[in-house]
């Protein structure tokens, strides 16, 4: 069964019952995903997964008060919209909730390359066989804890009853090294490296560099000793400085 | 219940077709989720999150498809998919087991249940986050922001393997946060409680009301302004039970873990091993009977074997990793039942469930007023961190001074770091008390998992990291 099919039809229904429904605000937003994944782990191959999911969300806004619910059994679609009404009837009033109203859209370029709906989950394998021998290769006090390589294929469609319709395909390659360098009974820091790509052109090479830093990275940490408590003036790197920053700001920023 | 028979019977037939090892597994959960942020609601959701995830094992690789066609075809079709996906594998795995080691459930298993959650009005759960985001700010004009939220998770599963599992499992979490920030004009405190369980209504209750949860979170944030600094350096501390999970969980855990095990954690090849003191014995355990309600409770794995409670350190010696099918048979010992998928899409790899230091003989009281000079910790704040060789650095959320067996004051911006087989090795004092306190919180590691974790009151050495 094409599953992507089979839901974009019950959606078709449901449109049209959101339509009769004489509701003023409701929108759906629908979302397939395909992947292919390879997992290692202890530095061998351990799982190989393909998927195919989709999922709906619908958000009704009705008297300033939203509900929103979501499913991914097409069957379920017209009960979800049921459960989004029901929600904003028990909700609270908040006068700025409004859904997005139609303007002229201008799509981002460069996030979807067709060469990734040709990768095939042994296509994904050796790219992900290639990644996970490169650390060892470096150095051969790296383990391995896990390394995964995904590549997807998204879609995603909103439409809702003030006019707005859009559609946008995605593409991403994922991946990431995770582990450490033991040698005898020293085990260095528990570090990673993780990198994305949306096109398929250079993702041997990020692979490839990713996999060196990764190495390099571990076995820096090797024999490493404990700090005895200081105060006095650090050399802080760029990223430790801006995990700091963050870390200050996210209780303001979320509260 | 009478829905899922029909598929249990169509998930068998399939399962019995394969000549394989096929894991199957139905999961299906039902979600409720509201938030306020400043008297505002954030999101008031529901959804339904179902499908079938396969695993196929040949040669010692595993293949992995899912689907959310629950027909006998799209059944037959996902289970071909994780086939083909582990045949692409086969000759690439150097170290593989001949057999897994399983130890299949039947029945239909149910966790207690007082008051189920979906019995409970959903204008109920939005009145309670909706008092629980007001309460604060009519306590204390200090109080300028509060966010609370409440969020369910109904979980049923059908298992069916070809190993032998057929089990049915409703598994309901629950989980209530509520944080609170205050100023002075000054500056600026945070406070926060929070609670998790499995279960019912009841059981989310079983230890404070929400009344007791509003009055925690102000305190703490209200403790902390003005607050003087702690003094860096080695001290002597007395743990909250709510650290002692924190440590449990994420600095000793997480290394026990047997596929962390396998790629070099600092445990690795020391069982046997003295590595706390005596009076540290460290359970992961699927089914307390300690405290009930715990929000980590797993009757039944997501590879559909039985789950046992493992002692980790019995009495200061290493006696246990945590496993699955595969790396218990790798180790040549029985399967815990650790293996876990948070949905019906994730591949069940080792996590943890219920992970807690047992109770000593000390009150907790006199643990306390026989500490001449040192800090008593409580909770977890501002995140942290473990890695690999037990090495763990974490903010806490409040702190007082001991000086002589008395609280004398509190202290802010705490963080407390050290080796944690070091820090346990230097416990002097076990509390005869108990509490499951990481209820609200889900561990990491690839995918989430509701996990708790807890203890009793301990005395040990940590390095503080303070302003003097």
Redesign the interface.
């Given at each position: 069964?094409d599953?992507m099919k089979f839901m974009k039809e019950k959606i078709d229904g449901l449109k049209a019952k959101i339509v009769r429904s004489g509701l003023k605000k409701v929108e759906i937003f629908l979302q397939r995903r395909n992947f292919k994944r390879v997992?290692f782990?202890?530095n061998?191959?351990?799982?190989?997964?393909?998927?195919?999911?989709?999922?709906v969300?619908i958000r009704v806004v009705e008297n300033n008060r939203?509900?929103?619910?979501?499913?991914?059994?097409?069957n379920?679609v017209f009960e979800?919209f049921d459960?989004a009404k029901?929600?904003a009837r028990?909700?609270?009033e908040?006068e700025y909730l409004d859904l997005p109203e139609p303007k002229e859209c201008v799509l981002v370029e460069g996030i979807y390359d067709d060469r990734f709906e040709e990768f095939d989950?042994?296509r994904t394998?050796m790219l992900g066989?290639k990644m996970v021998e490169i650390p060892r290769r470096v150095d051969g006090r790296v383990?391995?804890?896990?390394a995964?390589l995904t590549i997807t294929v998204m879609e995603n469609l909103v439409w809702n009853t003030l006019g707005l319709e859009l559609s946008e395909r995605k593409t991403t390659a994922l991946f990431f090294l995770m582990?450490?360098a033991?040698e005898d009974d020293k085990?260095?820091?528990?570090d990673y490296v993780a990198d994305a790509s949306v096109e398929s052109s250079d993702l041997d090479e990020r692979i490839e560099k990713s996999a060196r830093v990764f190495a390099n990275r571990v076995i820096s940490s090797l024999g490493a000793k404990?700090c005895p408590?200081y105060?006095g003036k650090v050399l802080l790197s760029f990223s430790l400085t801006l995990k700091m920053f963050r870390?200050a700001e996210a209780?303001?920023l979320?509260? | 219940m009478e829905d899922t028979e029909e598929l249990r019977r169509i998930m068998k037939e399939v399962v019995d077709f394969f000549d394989v090892l096929v894991q199957m597994r139905y999961h299906s959960r039902k979600t409720f989720k509201v938030s306020f942020i400043n008297g505002k609601v954030k999101s008031i959701d529901s959804g339904t999150l179902a499908g079938l995830g396969v695993r196929v094992w040949v040669d010692g690789i595993w293949g992995f498809s899912s689907t959310t066609d629950l027909s006998k075809d799209g059944m037959f079709n996902t289970v071909k998919s994780a086939l083909n996906a582990a045949k692409l594998g086969k000759g690439l795995k150097e170290e593989r087991v001949r057999e897994l080691r399983n130890s299949p459930v039947t029945g239909d298993l149910f966790v207690e249940e007082n008051k189920p959650l979906d019995s409970v009005p959903i204008e109920e759960k939005i009145e309670l986050v909706k008092k629980l985001d007001s309460q604060p700010r009519k306590m204390s004009d200090k109080v300028v922001s509060t966010n609370a939220m409440y969020m369910e998770m109904i979980d049923e599963k059908i298992i069916v393997t070809s190993y032998g599992t057929d089990v049915y499992y409703r598994d309901p979490k629950s989980d209530l946060r509520l944080s609170v920030v205050v100023s002075n004009g000054n500056e600026m405190e945070f406070g926060y409680s929070s609670f998790g369980a499995t279960g019912g209504w009841k059981e989310l209750f079983r230890r404070y009301s929400s009344d007791e949860m509003i009055e925690e979170a102000v305190r703490i944030a209200i403790d902390k302004l003005g607050a003087k600094y702690a003094e860096g350096g080695d001290h002597t501390v007395v743990l909250h039970p709510s650290l002692v999970g924190v440590l449990a969980h994420e600095a000793i855990g997480h290394t026990v873990e047997a596929d962390f095990v396998l790629s070099g954690s600092i445990v690795k090849g020391k069982l046997g091993e003295k590595v706390a003191s005596d009076l540290i014995t460290l359970v992961d355990d699927p089914n307390p009977n300690i405290e009930k309600g715990a929000a980590g409770i797993l009757l039944v794995d997501d590879e559909g074997n039985e789950t046992t409670k493992v002692t980790i350190i019995g009495n200061g010696i290493l006696k246990s990793y945590l496993h699955d099918s595969e790396t218990s048979a790798l180790f040549n010992v029985e399967n815990t039942g650790n293996a876990r998928a948070f949905t019906y899409s994730d591949e069940p790899i080792i996590r943890m469930r219920n992970t807690y230091i047992m109770p000593g003989e000390s009150d907790p009281e006199e643990i306390i007023s026989s500490t001449k000079s040192g800090y008593y910790l409580k909770g977890l704040g501002g995140g942290g961190q473990a890695d690999a060789n037990a090495e763990f650095m974490f903010g806490v959320l409040e702190a007082w001074k001991i000086e002589n067996g008395k609280l004398v004051h509190p202290v802010r911006e705490v963080t407390i770091s050290g080796q944690a087989f070091d820090v346990l090795s230097s416990v002097d004092m076990v509390g005869n008390d108990f509490m499951f306190t990481l209820g609200a919180g889900y561990c990491g590691k690839f995918q989430p998992a509701k996990v708790d974790a807890g203890g009793p009151h301990l005395r040990c050495r940590v390095k503080i990291g303070g302003r003097k």
């Open positions: 069964m599953i997992f782990e202890k061998e191959l351990k799982t190989l997964n393909q998927d195919d999911l989709v999922g969300g939203q509900g929103f619910s979501f499913t991914n059994d097409p379920e979800v459960r029901e929600l028990l909700s609270e908040d989950l042994e394998l066989k383990s391995l804890d896990s995964e582990g450490m033991v085990v260095s820091s528990f404990s408590s105060k870390k209780p303001g979320v509260n | -």
